[in-house]
T-cell receptor, first 114, second 115 residues
Framework: GDSVTQMEGPVTLSEEAFLTINCTYT??????LFWYVQYPGEGLQLLLK?????DKGSNKGFEATYRKETTSFHLEKGSVQVSDSAVYFC?????????????FGGGTRVLVKP | EPEVTQTPSHQVTQMGQEVILRCVPI?????FYWYRQILGQKVEFLVS????????KSEIFDDQFSVERPDGSNFTLKIRSTKLEDSAMYFC?????????????FGEGSRLTVL
């Protein structure tokens, strides 16, 4: 079945540091890929997405490129801020997923210190 | 901005008790979901619901679980007889008809602790 593996946290960084969170997936066919973010005390929010190979999703300074050859969708940000402290979830929706069902990774907690 | 709301934010219950978690999805949405996350583990799909019936459920969603949309606005998850391993954060989500983009709108979650 479909699965998502992402690096375990917590990841602790200083402000303005470069952030990478690795995500790899297993799926049949060509899934759509997503990053969701959960800020403290809030629900999961869509951060960015990519629906086909080589697409780059971007939002709020974050980027991720859909790499079919390495089955990866790593999240990057060039200069993090304290406000980026959150839990980040990589997810996929398989091409035959009924009703938008998503498969999530385990989440990576990111803590950005001033 | 419309949002998905969940109650309670935290519930503590004794093993064997029934629990109902409540969700109010975004008003024009038609697909509804429950996910859960056991502490330190993955966010897992439980069930999807459309047109007043379950459209898909996972192997986790056994006979102890049920969902209902009793009044056109609430969407509930009932656990009939809770077990220790049901302790988790439960997330409700919704999306609108035709929006097959994968963007689900999630609530803040209900933390269930079973003692």
């Amino acid at each position: 079945g479909d699965s998502v593996t992402q690096m375990e946290g917590p990841v602790t960084l200083s402000e303005e540091a470069f952030l990478t969170i690795n995500c790899t997936y297993t799926a049949t066919g060509y899934p759509s890929l997503f990053w969701y973010v959960q800020y403290p005390g809030e629900g999961l929010q869509l951060l960015l997405k990519a629906t086909k190979a080589d697409d780059k999703g971007s939002n709020k300074g974050f980027e991720a490129t859909y790499r079919k050859e390495t089955t990866s969708f790593h999240l990057e940000k060039g200069s993090v801020q304290v406000s980026d402290s959150a839990v980040y979830f990589c997810a996929l929706r398989g091409p035959k997923a009924a009703g938008n069902k998503l498969t999530f990774g385990g989440g990576t907690r990111v803590l950005v210190k001033p | 901005e419309p949002e998905v709301t969940q109650t309670p934010s935290h519930q503590v219950t004794q093993m064997g008790q029934e629990v109902i978690l409540r969700c109010v999805p975004i008003s024009n949405h038609l697909y509804f979901y429950w996910y859960r996350q056991i502490l330190g583990q993955k966010v897992e799909f439980l069930v999807s619901f459309y047109n007043n019936e379950i459209s898909e459920k996972s192997e986790i969603f056994d006979d102890q679980f049920s969902v209902e949309r009793p009044d056109g606005s609430n969407f509930t998850l009932k656990i009939r007889s809770t077990k220790l391993e049901d302790s988790a954060m439960y997330f409700c989500a919704s999306t609108s008809w035709g929006q097959n983009t994968g963007e689900l709108f999630f609530g803040e979650g209900s933390r269930l602790t079973v003692l």
